[in-house]
């Protein structure tokens, strides 16, 4: 089975400081990584994944997130934070393993991100 | 990405009366699409894999009759709430899978603004 771990309820940042959501994740076979964000009563917005290749993803709005295997990691990052980057946060994951034909992502329980000016 | 709308955005309805919720695919035909439903402050729950011209697939714990979902076209999913009562009350979210061709694990999910349902 598959499964994500947000160990943050929320995260507190100033505008213009760096700032990092944490994600874990397990899995049985090759983890495929996503983040995404939800802005109040909206949908999710995609911002980025990861597949395979380089461990260092760059996404949407100046995100990115770097894939850690060894400590099953999948931190989202950014260099500078916005306040309009405050919304509700999730990483998800979808195994290969969880069964032929298994499209489903299974998310973590979301980080709600502050910027304060 | 795909461009996912929904209608309603909310709606407000008495108990025992019954709700469809409609997910269109914009630019892309999906053959999969996705519901999800989402408490306060809470994540998204899977409820239902809808695939174009089949049955749906509910996980487990869902009512499949209660939560009806039709797939008929390549743009278009339903979900109708049927004999709703307060404890359904919810954010609904679709979402639609898009890949080039067969479906891949490594495709993303691009997801509807969602439904506020409120049932009085």
């Known amino acids: 089975a598959q499964s994500v771990a947000q160990p943050e309820d929320q995260v507190n940042v100033a505008e213009g400081n760096p700032l990092t959501v944490k994600c874990t994740y397990s899995?049985?076979?090759?983890?495929?990584l996503f983040w995404y964000v939800q802005y109040p009563n909206r949908g999710l917005q995609f911002l980025l994944k990861?597949?395979?290749?380089?461990?260092l993803v760059k996404g949407s709005y100046g995100f990115e997130a770097e894939f850690n295997k060894s400590q099953t990691s999948f931190h989202l990052k950014k260099p500078s934070a916005l306040v309009s980057d405050s919304a509700l946060y999730f990483c998800?994951?979808?195994?290969?393993?969880?069964?032929?034909?298994?499209?489903?992502?299974?998310f973590g329980k979301g980080t709600k991100l502050s910027v304060i000016p | 990405g795909a461009v996912v709308s929904q209608h309603p955005s909310w709606v407000i309805c008495k108990s025992g009366t019954s709700v469809k919720i409609e997910c269109r695919s914009l630019?892309?035909?999906?053959?999969?699409m996705f519901w999800y439903r989402q408490f306060p402050k809470q994540s998204l729950m899977l409820m239902a894999t809808?695939?174009?011209?089949?049955?749906?697939?509910?996980e487990q714990g869902v009512e499949k009759d209660k939560f009806l979902i039709n797939h008929a076209s390549l743009t278009l999913s339903t979900l109708t709430v049927t004999s709703a009562h307060p404890e359904d009350s919810s954010f609904y979210i679709c979402?639609?899978?898009?890949?080039?061709?067969?479906?891949?694990?490594?495709?993303?999910?691009?997801f509807g603004p969602g439904t506020r349902l409120t049932v009085l």
């Open positions: 990861y597949i395979t290749g380089d461990n």
């Open positions: 809808s695939n174009e011209g089949s049955k749906a697939t509910y």
């Open positions: 979402s639609v899978q898009t890949s080039g061709g067969a479906i891949s694990v490594t495709d993303t999910q691009y």
């Open positions: 630019d892309f035909q999906a053959t999969t």
């Open positions: 899995v049985s076979g090759n983890p495929y």
């Open positions: 998800a994951v979808r195994d290969i393993l969880s069964g032929a034909g298994s499209y489903q992502l299974t």
